[in-house]
Every structure is written in C-alpha cells, then in structure tokens.
C-alpha cells in the first residue's frame, strides 16, 4: 500500500508507521510524488485536500503537518457508537492520523494543565476523560472501522490480524509486611499497634516474626503456581530506593530478604526497575536504583515503571532513555483506571518537543488494582466487574491487556480479603482460556 501527501513529516511517518503496523504485515510507503502515486496500481490512500480518483482519500487537518505545540480546537461526535474528532470529508469521516497521533503522543499533556494532589498530570484534565471514553482503546477501534473502510474499497487487500493477549505486571513496593524490616522498624509498628489496640495485628506481627505464618504480603508462590498454571510470563518491578522516604518505604536494598527475592525473581521471569519517588528530584537516584537492581539480578535493568505512576512528559521519559531504558510500562493513571492513550497496543514513544521518534517503547496498562482500591473505593466484585470491561473491550480489538497487581493485595493480608480470588477467578476463567 502507498499513502500520498503533499510533504512528509516525522509526526505523519510516525503515525502512518504504527497504523501500518497495526493493519498491515508489510509498511505503508509514503511519497510525495502525484504521478508515482495515480499510477500506482494497488491500494493507495490519498492524504491530502485534493480528491485523487481510484485511492481512499483521507483529509487532513494540519496537525501533522504543523510544529510545535499549541492549544487544538477539538469537537467530539458519534461514530459507530463512539467518539471521534477532527471531522473531515472524504471517504473516512475524520482525519483518523491525526486524531490518533493527538492521543498516542499525548499531546494535550505537553499543554499547561492542573496537577492532582501529587503532582501529577490529573486524569480530569484528559479529553478521554470529559468525553466519556477513558474505558475504551478507541483508537483500536477506530482502525477496525478504517479497515472495514478499506476492505470496501480493496477486497482482496489482506490484512494483519493481531491476537488477544494478556501480560501480567506486579509492583513490589512492600516485598513483606513484617519480614526483613529489621528490629528498629518492626518494634515503632508494636509500639503503635499497643497504643493503638491493634491486638490482632501485633499477634500477627509477633508470629510472623517467629515464623509461625507466612507474612502476610508473601503471595511470591502462589503467584507462580498461577503462572503455571495459566501458562503466563510476568513482569516484576521492584522498588530499590535506598532511604525510605514519604511512599517510598520498601525494605532497603542492603538487606539479604530483598536481594534474595530479586535473585530468584531475576533467575525465572522478567524484572524491572520501579523507580522511587525520590528519583523524581533527584536524576542521580535513578542511576543508582538501576545499579543496585543490576548488582541484585546479575542481569542488565531494560525495564521500568514509575512508583505510584509519577510520569511527567517529556522529562520522565528522557531520564529513563538516558539510563538505558527501552521498555515503560508507566503509561497508565494512578489516579483512576482506564486507557491513558486510548490504545490496547505497545507504540514507541514520540518526542513532541523534539519531533521525533524515541527508541522507548511503552507499554500502556489499563487497570491496576491499587487503583480500584484507594481510588475508586472498589469491592473486590465490583474490581472484577471493572476487570471483566477492560477485558471484553480488548478482546473485541484483539488487543494487548496489561494490568497492575501488588504484591500486598495478593498475600493474605485481612484488609485485602477477596482481591486474592478475583485475581485467580479473572486468569484461571477468563485468561486462561483465552490463550
């Protein structure tokens, strides 16, 4: 297939690449040469203002061809049942690159915009959000609808049709409730649970620390046997920050417990960094938490996801890609679940202010349970409920599935009761047969 334009951009050679990725086994070549173009004898798209008999044509509206970064005028209407902007005529009813570059690149997050109550980009500000499709990969289905569009005017055209899949995620803040955290950290929470009345969980804390039970946020093998069972390989991200500090309160690195669970995590699934809140001021940090999880695992640190989803653009991403990262899994809120960039599929990140394509690929996930939690004051039947959405959504678009689970909320700690079967129910029902 070839795409005509009048010039090309890398915003429209970024989106055009991803959208021939999505569709297509083979690129979508692009020229600027009209002739070449018409005497092109198999499908053809025309992206430009000018109808071109025999090809799709698509209109544009100047976002991928214009630079820098400015306020966008954007009026949402119903397409198929759902949302889409950027209206144009021809043959496709908005100008599909456009509107899908303005939430793949997350360009309004570049605009100035309200911070939640920590500092990060708030989920309100988001046009998914005030539109009403935050719950959807809209742009997944909106190249459902395009192919459909093409396949009218192509019929022999052949396509590339993805399949369903389902990545689990795990964020170790807290590797153990009471293990590992040494005498000093173990006799404050005593003292406090004494003060408190907390009985039963002093109990708890005292036969844990005999090792009488297992420490309630140790759900380390039982998620394997689930693994196994579900056929599944997942990501671990560890927290390493070397001073606990506001919401960065893991057992420190220094500790045998930790490095013990990174090396074995290290030996059988994939591993990466959970860059501490503190790394945020401090760049230096980074670099070290990266080295401290190197030393642990004995294996090079490719991989990151930001501690409580502290992701600022474009600066976040620049740090990590400075430090060898290629592969974030950040791309999500902390604030609410659903679809920050509208997409059920990884994509390479684009460089908005420096208008280019980056070597870092994201890996957006959708829900996350400290999310349902906290955020939205979810039981564990209404996270299923919430999980089982997502789901069918991405299911519908053959689409990539990546949630976010704690270790905590998977262990046998009181407070989570239920969360542990939900998980189970959702990937020995659901996942399972799916794959």
């Given at each position: 297939m070839?795409?005509y334009?009048l ?5 429209l050679?970024?989106?055009?690449d991803?959208?021939?990725k999505?569709l ?15 005497q092109?004898?198999?499908?053809k798209?025309?992206y430009?203002?000018t109808?071109v ?5 698509l209109?544009?509206?100047g976002?991928l061809?214009a630079t820098g ?6 009026d949402?209407?119903e ?6 902007f950027f209206?144009?005529?021809g043959?496709f ?5 456009s ?7 997350r ?5 100035p ?6 500092g990060?980009?708030?989920h309100?500000?988001?046009l998914?959000w005030?539109?009403g499709f935050?719950?959807?990969?809209l742009i ?8 459909e569009?093409?396949?009218?005017k192509y019929p ?6 993805p399949?369903?899949?389902?990545v689990p995620?795990y964020?170790i803040?807290t590797?153990?409730s009471?293990?590992?955290?040494g005498?000093?950290?173990n006799?404050?929470?005593a003292?406090?649970a004494?003060?408190?009345?907390q009985w039963?969980a002093?109990?708890?804390?005292i036969?844990?620390l005999?090792?009488r ?7 380390y093998?039982w998620?394997d046997?689930?693994?196994l069972?579900c ?6 991200f560890f927290l390493?920050?070397?001073?606990n500090?506001?919401?960065d309160r893991?057992?420190l ?6 490095q013990?669970l990174?090396q074995y995590?290290g ?10 809140w503190q790394s ?5 940090l980074?670099k070290?938490?990266?080295e ?6 004995g294996?090079p640190?490719?991989r ?6 502290r992701?600022s653009?474009?600066?976040t991403?620049?740090r990590?890609?400075?430090r060898?990262?290629?592969q974030e899994f950040?791309?999500?809120y902390?604030?609410?679940n ?9 994509f390479y990140w684009?460089d908005?202010e420096k208008?280019e394509q980056?070597?870092l690929?994201v890996?957006?996930?959708?829900f996350?349970?400290?999310n349902?939690y906290y955020?939205?004051g979810y039981s564990p039947a209404?996270?299923m409920q ?5 789901y069918r959504?991405?299911r519908?678009v ?20 239920g969360?542990r079967?939900?998980?189970?129910v959702?990937?020995k029902?659901?996942?399972?047969w799916?794959?």
């Amino acid at each position: 297939m070839i795409l005509y334009c009048l010039h090309n951009t890398p915003r429209l050679q970024y989106i055009v690449d991803f959208c021939s990725k999505e569709l297509f086994d083979t690129p979508v070549d692009i020229t600027t040469d009209l002739p070449t173009f018409t005497q092109y004898p198999g499908p053809k798209i025309n992206y430009s203002d000018t109808p071109v008999a025999g090809a799709i044509n698509l209109r544009p509206t100047g976002l991928l061809f214009a630079t820098g970064i400015a306020p966008q005028h954007i009026d949402c209407f119903e397409y198929n049942g759902r949302k889409a902007f950027f209206a144009t005529l021809g043959d496709f009813p908005f100008d599909l690159f456009s509107a899908a570059f303005y939430l793949l690149s997350r360009y309004e997050e570049y605009l100035p915009h309200e911070k939640d109550s920590y500092g990060r980009y708030a989920h309100t500000n988001a046009l998914a959000w005030r539109e009403g499709f935050l719950d959807l990969p809209l742009i997944n289905y909106w190249l459902q609808d395009f192919r459909e569009t093409l396949t009218r005017k192509y019929p022999d055209l052949v396509f590339r049709y993805p399949i369903f899949k389902f990545v689990p995620t795990y964020d170790i803040d807290t590797a153990f409730s009471f293990l590992h955290k040494g005498w000093r950290r173990n006799g404050g929470g005593a003292i406090k649970a004494m003060i408190t009345g907390q009985w039963q969980a002093l109990r708890l804390r005292i036969q844990t620390l005999l090792r009488r039970v297992p420490d309630p946020f140790d759900a380390y093998e039982w998620l394997d046997s689930l693994h196994l069972y579900c056929r599944l390989k997942p990501y671990y991200f560890f927290l390493v920050a070397a001073r606990n500090k506001g919401v960065d309160r893991n057992i420190l690195p220094s500790t045998a417990g930790l490095q013990q669970l990174v090396q074995y995590h290290g030996a059988g699934y994939r591993i990466g960094v959970h860059p501490s809140w503190q790394s945020g001021d401090d760049k230096k940090l980074l670099k070290e938490e990266i080295e401290w999880l190197e030393y642990m695992s004995g294996q090079p640190i490719t991989r990151s996801r930001q501690h409580y989803i502290r992701l600022s653009l474009p600066d976040t991403y620049r740090r990590l890609l400075e430090r060898g990262i290629d592969q974030e899994f950040s791309l999500g809120y902390g604030s609410i679940n659903g679809f920050r960039a509208s997409v059920a599929s990884s994509f390479y990140w684009y460089d908005l202010e420096k208008e280019e394509q980056t070597k870092l690929r994201v890996f957006p996930f959708c829900f996350m349970d400290a999310n349902s939690y906290y955020e939205q004051g979810y039981s564990p039947a209404q996270a299923m409920q919430e999980l089982m959405r997502y789901y069918r959504h991405i299911r519908k678009v053959n689409g990539l599935m990546i949630t976010i689970w704690h270790n905590d909320f998977l262990g046998t700690d009181p407070r989570f009761a239920g969360w542990r079967e939900v998980y189970e129910v959702f990937l020995k029902e659901e996942v399972f047969w799916a794959s």
